[in-house]
Structures are given as structure tokens and as C-alpha cells.
Nanobody
């Protein structure tokens, strides 16, 4: 099973980025997927989750600015990030959430830097 994120980069405050996460070696449609981030010196935190049925949940800090979505045919989950703030700077990770006490799988992360 592989989880591969892409789409990170450098953006100015107020800008937008869209992260993508592709899952391979696994059925995709039955799993919830999560986006997490870790800023320097801080613990990894949950950003958003999307269930197999497409229901989403967001951290308070990103509500109204970030949108998670999924394309089961492409085995891909997205994180659309708008109105980015300097404090959104972090490495963003994608995770295949565990199902019925099974394993979870993490990607290697993609760097998002918000700076003027």
C-alpha cells in the first residue's frame, strides 16, 4: 500500500493550493481518508477527514477555508486550501484511516509554506 501526496509549495498569504493524495495497492472506496499537518516544533494535528461516503470533518482552524473531496475512480483525495495564512505552514500528510482495527498508512508528506 502506498500513499503519495503532491501539490505543496510556496504561496503568499491569502493564496490557494490544492493538495492531492493517491492511494495505490489498496481498495480506496471503502476507506476514510485523512489530512494532517505538522508544523516545526509542533505535534501533528488533524486537518480534515473524509469518509467513504464523502462526509467531511474539519479542524476549527481551517473550517470555511479548506475543503476535502475524493474521486473514487482515481483513488485520489484532495484538499483545496483557500485564504491561506502564515500559520498554515506545515508538512501536510495524507493517511488511509484504519478500518475495523486494521492498519493505517501514511504518505511521506508535502511541504506547504505560506509566506510573503
Amino acid at each position: 500500500v502506498q500513499v503519495v501526496e503532491s501539490g505543496g509549495g510556496l504561496v503568499q498569504p491569502g493564496g490557494s493550493l490544492r493538495l492531492s493524495c493517491v492511494l495505490s495497492g489498496s481498495i480506496f472506496s471503502i476507506y476514510a481518508m485523512g489530512w494532517y499537518r505538522q508544523a516545526p516544533g509542533k505535534q501533528r494535528e488533524l486537518v480534515a477527514t473524509i469518509t467513504s461516503g464523502g462526509r467531511t470533518n474539519y479542524a476549527d482552524s481551517v473550517k470555511g477555508r479548506f475543503t476535502a473531496s475524493r474521486d473514487n475512480a482515481k483513488k485520489t483525495v484532495y484538499l483545496q486550501m483557500n485564504s491561506l495564512k502564515i500559520e498554515d505552514t506545515a508538512v501536510y500528510y495524507c493517511k488511509r484511516e484504519p478500518l475495523n482495527r486494521g492498519p493505517d498508512y501514511w504518505g511521506q508528506g508535502t511541504q506547504v509554506t505560506v509566506s510573503s
